[in-house]
């Protein structure tokens, strides 16, 4: 398996322009996560989905921020409109929902908002 | 609810030295307990995990860690340390109930000095 994917791996943005950033859990796998990971906050959890389904966007930071996941093999957060506050590594992880929750990591998105 | 307490932000050993990293839990039910190694600019990776089998886990690249339920505590150790292993390190726990969720320590960075 190629493991999560995540696409770009890198962008740079002007602020106030709509950034979307792409994940692929692994197949089989029907949790998944995002996280946002700054030197200041250490590493967050934005938002989590089960089958497919928003269960706990808690740590969504505001209505900028949105997250999908129209089906098992794909994710999308978006944020719009960015503001430099918002540069970080923003990771996707995936794990099955049962057994022990072990979670596999993607390689990140480095956000740089300008 | 549960919670992770890993105690030292940074920690520094010389080449060939014991790697000892702290990390307490609190959990209402039995846990499961995970070990994250993070290298620069790259994503977590799963080092070891503990799931109620043996007490003592033995990860990838020599680490191990040792479950102490009377202190509540997942030590993670290596007899030697090497440069490469110069990172910084996470512990999550799990309930492994409906709320799939891991949650993580703020991180430990190693250094390693020649």
């Known amino acids: 398996d190629a493991g999560v994917i995540q696409s770009p791996r890198h962008e740079v943005t002007e602020m106030g322009q709509e950034v979307t950033l792409r994940c692929k859990p692994i197949?089989?796998?029907?949790?998944l996560f995002w996280y946002r990971q700054t030197m200041m906050r250490g590493l967050e959890l934005l938002i989590y989905?089960?089958?497919?389904?928003?269960?706990?966007d808690s740590g969504m930071p505001e209505d900028r921020f949105s997250a999908k996941m129209p089906n098992a093999s794909f994710s999308t957060l978006k944020i719009q409109p960015s503001e430099p506050r918002d540069s970080a590594v923003y990771f996707c992880?995936?794990?099955?929902?049962?057994?022990?929750?072990?979670?596999?990591f993607g390689p990140g998105t480095r956000l740089t908002v300008l | 609810a549960q919670s992770v307490t890993q105690l030292g932000s940074h920690v520094s050993v010389s080449e060939g030295a014991l790697v000892l990293l702290r990390c307490n839990y609190s959990?209402?039910?039995?846990?499961?307990l995970f070990w994250y190694v993070q290298y620069p600019n790259q994503g977590l990776q799963l080092l070891l995990k503990?799931?109620?089998?043996?007490?003592l886990v033995k990860g990838i690249n020599g680490f191990e860690a040792e479950f102490k339920k009377s202190e509540t505590s997942f030590h993670l150790t290596k007899p030697s340390a090497h440069m490469s292993d110069a990172a910084e390190y996470f512990c999550a726990v799990s309930t492994g109930g409906a709320t799939n969720k891991l949650i993580f320590g703020t991180g430990t960075l190693l250094a390693v000095q020649p």
């Open positions: 989905f089960n089958n497919n389904v928003p269960i706990d």
């Open positions: 992880a995936s794990s099955l929902s049962t057994g022990s929750h072990e979670q596999f």
């Open positions: 197949s089989g796998h029907n949790s």
């Open positions: 503990y799931t109620s089998a043996a007490t």
């Open positions: 959990s209402s039910v039995p846990p499961y």
